[in-house]
Structure formats: structure tokens, C-alpha cells
């Protein structure tokens, strides 16, 4: 080799040495380096979604804020952007589950007030007291406690029955000169909600009442809103007179009456006039479609001869109007049973401009019973729906046209549609259940409270169809896993008490009763079978405890709210199960309750002790009251003989 050569090779070998270690170096880094940046790639792109489902969410864009959400959390799950926008996601559409992703969220990063609120808020409608109590607190005791936080405090305290706490709280609110309209409106809506006092007309009702009269007087969007609830409290009071209606239909036309013999019941008073309410609807600036019919049907109660011209008035004003007038319009001629003018209103080609409107013009031709063409329009993707609603709709023209086996096809399409998504199920179980298709519905609940076991909506759809089903066994049952799951909520305890308190030795209580009575001609009088001696009557030393603890236990709900007829049901029936006479009667002492409330086990159960006090003709009176179909076999039992008597 020339010298030249080996001086080229020499500056070629020293090249290679050198730039060898150079590229070893720059892979290591690169191995270090490539993850981490791969991860803030995602975060950022995390950090994208999330911003999107914010922003949605203040839109009410439900849809698109769940598949960014998804999408966020799926990209990077340990992001706090991320994890906050599925958990408010979830929050906003009242998913229990959220509860969880805040608690992820909380291990990230500290939670902001809105964090706390949404997650209190989601914690007290699933029940979730002691969650609820932890961030409601932290809310309280952060700086400068807001009306929002107030309000939620108020919430928490209702639930827990705590009365005098929830008006504290609310009285906090009213009292704030910062709190808007709309947390004013919220604040008198709570103070109804605790409108069951004590005097025949209660003052809280009073109050909330010429609160949200006051609200109504404005001109913002709570404005509105107060005047939409006080029109429907004028129009459900109409209802509530002629009997069709309930308070438990409609909370705002409460009543209320005393829990004695022949007790009447006294309109909550002080209102604005219909015409006012008319004319303030009319001219309000943000009132739209549905207001408007609202204020139709103010002037229909006033004068019921109108309907027909009110009626022409009120397609005339909308037929033209968008997709949201049209389905406002369809929605309030389909409840009037006037399907006939819903189809002639809005022709199939402007019902296909919207998934809601479409609905509302197929529930129209089934008003007509039109099955067949509903049939055809559905298998003829006009409008493509959700494969449940399909299934749905499809099963429920088939069984109306006499096509039992199609009609069972689609209604399995549908629960496998909906398989793995538990508001799905609960849209399906709701339309079995309205349909009387009882073994879909029991299918669909059962499937969503095993999807989402704290899924509120699940179980009480499990719930009413063992109440349907009038088995006392298996309303005990469920009661029994909700109580699992809400431990500490009043409500199921006291129903789960209640219907464990009837299951306990009805057998052997009605047999001891048969055997006793004889020939006897008195009446559960005071020496009837529901006042013998426990010596006489002896029940096993674990049925006794049992009725102690169950006695205690609604004697501690009966203190935590003195005002809650049920709790005061649970509690006189357990001391009448102890031949506990008196002391059962004395329960109904001083207490003023909603008509709603006077349900048929109430009923049942107060003339059951005033029978065995004595006070048979008063007894008589009130299971005159009764639909005794609509009470469970161990109710019946209570006032069989008092029944028997009235036929």
C-alpha cells in the first residue's frame, strides 16, 4: 500500500472509532428518551380530547362529550385532564360509576371546587352519603363557601332526613346577595321538597311558593322557568280536584291533611292567577315553543270549550317552525290524544329531520294503530335509528299485528343491542316494562344492575317489577341487595325493614289468628287476636329479637325525621306486631301529612291499629279508602276481616 493510502485508511479507521461510540451514545438516549416523549405526545393529544368534552358538556352535547371522553382516557389514563372529563362526563349524566374516576382523579391531582361539586353531587343521587358528607364538607370548608356549596349541603341534609340542617343551609342561599336567580329557584324548589310539616298549611310551601312567584317576575331564563312550574302547578291542580291526578304525579300541587278519622284536605294557598300566569308566558322573551303551548293550555283550563280552536291556534303558530318547534308540537298534540293532527301537522318529511321528532310521529301512527306502516318505515331505513329502539319498536308492531314469534325475535335483537351498555338496557327495560313485556324488562334491569350494580335506575326498575309481580318475598329480596349497596340510605332501609317486618311469622300469625277468633262476632275489637297477651301468643325468642331490632330501627329513622309517614308506618307496625296497641297508635300523634303519601299501606296499616285500639268504625272508614288489590297478602291479612265486614 502507498503511503497514501495508508493514510486514508488510517483517517477512515479513526472516523469509524469515533463516531461509533458517538451513535452507541445516541441510541442509549434514544432508548431513554423515545417512551417519555411518546407519553407527553399522548398526554397533549389527552389533554386535546378532554378540552373537546368540556365544552360539549356546557353544550349538552351528550354524545360527542362520551366518545372524547373515552377517547381521552383511553390515550393516556393516568392524564388528570383525562380523568377529570370522564369523570364529570359521567357525573353530569348521573353515572355512579364517576365516583370511582374522581377518587383516581383525587390521587393525581387535588380536586377544584368544581371537581367537589360534580362529584357531591353524583355521590348524594347514588346514595353514596358518607362520599357525599366528605366532599360537601370540603366545599363548606374551603374559602369563601359559594350558594352552590350551600345547595348541595341542603341536598345532603334532606336526604339524611336531617330537616332543620336542610333549612339552614337553604337559608344561607336565600340570604346571598351573590347567589344568581337559578340557585334561588333551586333553593325554593328544596324548601317544597321539605314542604310536609305539621300545619294545615304549611309554611315552608308558603315561602318557597312567593319565592318562586318573585323569581317569575324577571325576565331571564329562571324567570321561565319559575313561571313553567307554576303554570303546571295551576294545571295539575285541576287534575287534583277532579281526582285523575295525584301529588305524587305532580309534586307541585301538593295537599295536605291530618292523619285522623274523616281528615280533609286543604289546598296549600297563595298563587298567581291563570290569566297572570297566561300573559306573562306569552310575553316573556326567551319563551319558545313549549312555553307557548304551556300557555295554550292555561287558557284551555279556563275555558274547556276552546280546546278545538286552541288547539288549530297552537299548529298554526309551529307547523312552519324548525325541527324543535315540530317536535314540541308533536309531543304536546300526542298528549292529547290527537294523533290524527300530529300526522296531518307534520308530514313524514319534515318527521325525518330529527331522531326525536320521527319518535314522536311513530308513537302518532301507533295512537292511529297504524302498525304496518310503522313496520315498513323502520325495515325501510328511512331514518336509520339505534338497533334498540328498532328492536324495540319493530317487537311492539309485531305483537300488534298478531306476529308472536317476530315480535319475540325483535325483542331479543334489542337486549342484544343493548348488551354491555346499562343505559340501554334501562331505555329497553323501561319500554318492556311500560308494554307489560315483563320477562324482557326483568331481563334488561337484571343486566344493567349487574353491569353497573350502583346504577340507581337499575335496581328500581328491579324493584317495581317485584312489586308488580305483588310478591312480597321478592320485593324483600331486592330491597335486601340495594340495601347492601346503600347501607346508610333511610329510604331502603326503612322499605327493606318494612317488608322484612311483614315476612316475619305471617304464616304462623294468621294461623294463631284463625284458631283464636272462632265464632267470634267482635271485630278486631280490644280483645282481638292483634291485642292477645304475648303469654297467650308466644313467639320464638329469635322472632322477638327480631321485632325488637326492627322496632329500633324505625324508631331511629322516626327520630331522624319526624315527619316521614313511612318511617311512622314501619314504626306502628313493628309495635303492633309486639301487642304494642297503644304505644302503635300513639306513633300518628301531631303529625300532618301530603295526600300523596296516604298510600294504601299506610292506610292499611293505620286502620289496623285502629281497630285493635278499639276505634273500629273509624277503622271501617279508612279501608273504605283502600284498593285492597294494591296492597301485598301480609297488608291484606291486617284489615282482611275489617273488609270483610264492609261487603
Sequence with gaps: MTAEEIRLKRSKRRRVIILLPAFVLVLVIG???ARPALNAVKAWQARRHAAKVFAYIDNANWLEARKEAFAAYQLRPTEPQSVRAIARFLSRTRQPDALEFWQQLEKLTPLTREDRQDEAAIAIVSGETSRAEIAVQALLESKGADPAGWLLAAQLAIQKGAADDAMSALGKVFNDTNATEQQQLQAALLELALASGSEAIDARATDAWSRIEKISRGKS??????????????LSGQKSASGSASSSEEPTARREASLQPGGAYAPVGGQMSVVDL??????HPLAKAPQKLIALDLVEHVDASRRDELIAQGIAQLKNGDANDLFALATWLNSKKEFEKTVEAIPLEKALLGRELFLQYLDALGGLERWGEIKQLLEGDRYPLDPVVQGMYLARCSAQLGEKAAAENNWQRALEAAAGDPGKMITLGDYAEKNG?????????????IQSPKLRLAQQGRLRLAQRSGDTGKIHAVLADMLKIWPNDDAVQNDEGYTRLLLLGSSSERGARSDQQGESSELLAPSSDLQTPSSELRAPNSELQALNELEQLAAK????????????????????????????LSVYENITVARGALTPSALAVHAAVLAVNGKTEEAKSEVEQIKIDNLLPEERALVEQLTKTNH
Design 278 to 283: 297566561q300573559h306573562a308566558l306569552e310575553a
Design 557 to 584: 329513622l322516626v327520630q331522624k325525621n319526624p315527619r316521614s309517614l313511612p318511617h311512622r308506618t314501619f314504626l306502628a307496625l313493628a309495635r303492633l306486631k309486639q301487642n304494642r296497641a297503644a304505644d302503635a
Design 221 to 234: 331564563a329562571a324567570a321561565l322557568d319559575a313561571l313553567v312550574l307554576l303554570a303546571r302547578r295551576a
Design 437 to 449: 313485556i315483563v320477562d324482557v324488562a326483568q331481563s334488561a334491569f337484571d343486566n344493567a344492575a
Design 31 to 33: 432508548l431513554f428518551t
